[in-house]
């Protein structure tokens, strides 16, 4: 099947060129990185993980909503989501395959990664996230191929595909959960000591993965001859609709708690992200951006019609990634370390070369997307002819 | 001669289970017994659990800033303040704040112990510069999270670092309380003054601490600070009844470093 991608459109390769372009300059920059070290990021001792961590963090949820478009198809037999399962699926594997890179760019000795499995260590959480991780991945690589392969001969898929099946749905909502025990059972840092943190991760992350779904289920009827359908995509639109519903409100139910409580080691992380410390205030914009942007698209995404338009559905699910991402992409992260646990401040802001090591990465994530969206669509238009 | 056909097999299953389970299949058959070949070698201080009381009623600013001077130069601990050796190098003030590395430093009462200071304390504890480093808790943090215990426990209560392990994940950075962990964010030899041959120093990419001094234990001296601290610090076996410490502890009112995180920190403080 993999002979499906080296043949396509114009567009097609002008994306691929673009994609890898970006990976280019990301890689030399990485190049730079690995000779230097992470100095050439913003981080600091005070603030040790960034920008690479929080987009790990981020698409490990769009990798987990893949779940969002299995689980209805084979726990409930809802048909309709048999066309778009494979979309799901290609998204979750290009999602890890991005959260693997970003931790890899993360670490200071990656010669040594493997030092992980030589020496595994149960009771880090970081050992428990390889395993989910790299678990996932191949579920969702098994799974996807094994079944498009069958559509491909119209065939049914052979039965011993249906527990690994099974099984990659609750594994979807565990690599999302042990992603949130990373930063949930650390003592010193008050923003991230929650235990409604892994739940505000999995609604956010159903939320923001289906979100983007949809939008490229449009582009993919766009540009191709396959669409992924009217129905499928307004059933995901209700299942966004009420993610977010689920996230505004796990976020007051943590507003409520730490500012009722009033204790310092909480609260200051949200004085700190929503109105800034004296002359501190970088992410403050960021931060009202996602929560007013996040309500908004809620309000919008709760009235049929809104959804029942693609082109204002469209803008409401651009809307639910971006404020997301800003949540858990940009706050999250920084706002745990910042002030530090003996209120002091350093702040932080990625770099030119982090940034464009992060735009790399990305890129290395939708070129593996574009590549498998094509094998994909191409199988289903091969079938439809 | 050789061997009979059950020594046979009892040998192959011993080696089969050293392959498949290394060391911890090991500890299950013969328990304690690949422990038992670390020993200390004569001469070296020992203890069942160290501990540190720092008395700030003898502390003064000149005498920690000597024992910051003690420790930072025996290990090798750059000095990201200060020029760089090499001219070549070349740093600005965000990256000097940024990249510091320390093992051994001051910070005041509100800093040192957030949470219970108040607007009306007494005045002598405005001006205190508490001598911060490692906690080497009973219960650490940093161990729980690292992914390839790389920094662990010894029996006597010392955290090790091994630097040759760390991948540079910082996991433990962000897991530790006491913000006692430093990262060489770049190659730290261009801001070391003065290189201590005798100890190492470190690459760019991992993480290194405090470690109570343990080369220093191992060759029967006491740690550099507490060496350079004129009495200002008491190192010694907390399960000792009749060690320093234990007097200390025993005399005096002592407090620690966020005790109610269930860390138990094993650096003790007379106000």
């Not at chain 1, 940009?330 to 370390?337: A, P």
């Not at chain 2, 190659?187 to 290189?195: C, T």
Request: aromatic content about 12%.
């Amino acid at each position: 099947m993999l002979e499906k991608a080296l043949v396509g459109s114009k567009r097609y390769f002008q994306l691929l060129g673009f994609l890898a372009a970006l990976m280019i300059i990301g890689g030399s920059m990485y190049l730079w990185q690995l000779t230097f070290g992470l100095g050439i990021t913003g981080m600091s001792r005070d603030v040790s993980w960034g920008f690479y961590v929080a987009q790990f963090t981020y698409l490990v949820g769009v990798a987990a909503s893949a779940v969002m478009v299995v689980l209805p198809y084979y726990l409930h037999n809802y048909k309709a989501f048999g066309r778009i399962a494979i979309l799901g699926e290609f998204l979750a594997v290009a999602a890890v395959t991005m959260c693997i890179l970003f931790i890899v760019v993360d670490l200071g000795r990656p010669d040594r990664i493997l030092n992980v499995l030589k020496y595994p260590t149960p009771n880090s959480v970081l050992f428990w996230d390889m395993v989910v991780l790299n678990g996932y991945l191949f579920l969702n690589l098994l799974c996807g191929w094994v079944v498009m392969e069958a559509e491909r001969n119209q065939v049914a898929p052979p039965k011993w595909i249906k527990p690994f099946i099974y099984l990659a749905i609750p594994w979807a909502p565990s690599i999302h959960t042990v992603t949130a025990f990373l930063y949930a059972g650390l003592p010193g840092r008050g923003y991230w000591l929650t235990a409604i943190m892994a739940p505000r991760f999995l609604s956010s992350a159903f939320a923001s993965g289906p979100a983007l779904l949809i939008l490229l289920c449009l582009l993919v009827r766009r540009y191709t001859n396959f669409d992924p359908g009217k129905e499928q995509i307004q059933t995901l639109a209700k299942i966004v609709a009420y993610a977010i519903i689920i996230n505004v409100f796990f976020f007051f139910c943590e507003v409520f708690t730490v500012f009722y409580s009033q204790i310092p080691e909480h609260t200051q992380h949200f004085y700190y992200l929503f109105k800034g410390i004296g002359p501190y205030a970088k992410l403050v914009p960021f931060m009202w951006v996602s929560i007013i942007g996040m309500i908004a698209a809620t309000l919008a995404l709760v009235f049929p019609q809104v959804r029942q338009n693609e082109k204002t559905l469209a803008l409401a699910c651009g809307l639910v990634v971006l404020t997301t991402w800003i949540d858990k992409g940009l706050g999250l992260i920084t706002g745990g370390f910042v002030p530090n646990p003996f209120d002091r401040i350093t702040e932080y802001w990625p770099t030119g070369p982090e940034a464009l090591i992060t735009l790399g990465v990305w890129a290395t994530g939708f070129f593996i997307l574009t590549i498998l969206y094509k094998i994909a669509v191409s199988i289903k238009e091969e079938i439809r002819a | 001669m050789g061997i009979n056909r059950r020594e046979f097999l009892r040998i192959a299953g011993l080696s089969t289970l050293m392959g498949l389970g290394g060391k911890a299949a090991w500890e299950l058959v013969f328990p304690g017994q690949a422990l038992a070949q670390y020993t200390s070698k004569p001469g070296a201080l020992v203890a069942k659990r160290w501990a540190m009381v720092v008395d700030m009623r003898k502390m003064t600013e000149s005498l920690a800033a000597k024992c910051i001077e003690a420790c930072h130069s025996a290990h090798n601990v750059p000095n990201m303040a200060a020029p760089p050796v090499d001219p070549q190098v070349t740093i600005s003030d965000n990256q000097k704040n940024r990249w510091q590395m320390k093992w051994l430093w001051t910070d005041s009462f509100e800093h040192a112990f957030p949470g219970q200071e108040q607007e009306h304390m007494q005045e002598r504890l405005h001006k205190m510069q508490f001598l911060l480093l490692c906690n080497h808790c009973e219960n650490p943090p940093c161990v729980r999270v690292c992914p390839t215990k790389a920094t662990f426990r010894r029996p006597d209560g010392i955290v090790m670092m091994d630097m040759h392990r760390c991948i540079g994940c910082r996991y433990c950075m962000a897991g530790c309380p006491y913000g006692a962990r430093s990262f060489n964010w770049r190659d730290p030899r261009p801001f070391i003054a003065k290189l201590n041959e005798t100890y190492p120093t470190r690459e760019k990419g991992v993480v290194e601490k405090c470690l109570f001094c343990e080369e220093r234990l191992a060759k029967g001296q006491m740690p550099a600070c507490v060496e350079a601290s004129q009495g200002a610090i008491v190192f010694g076996d907390l399960t000792d009844p009749k060690s320093k410490v234990r007097e200390l502890l025993r005399t005096q009112y002592t407090i620690r470093r966020k005790p109610q995180l269930g860390t138990n920190p094993h650096v003790f403080y007379i106000i």
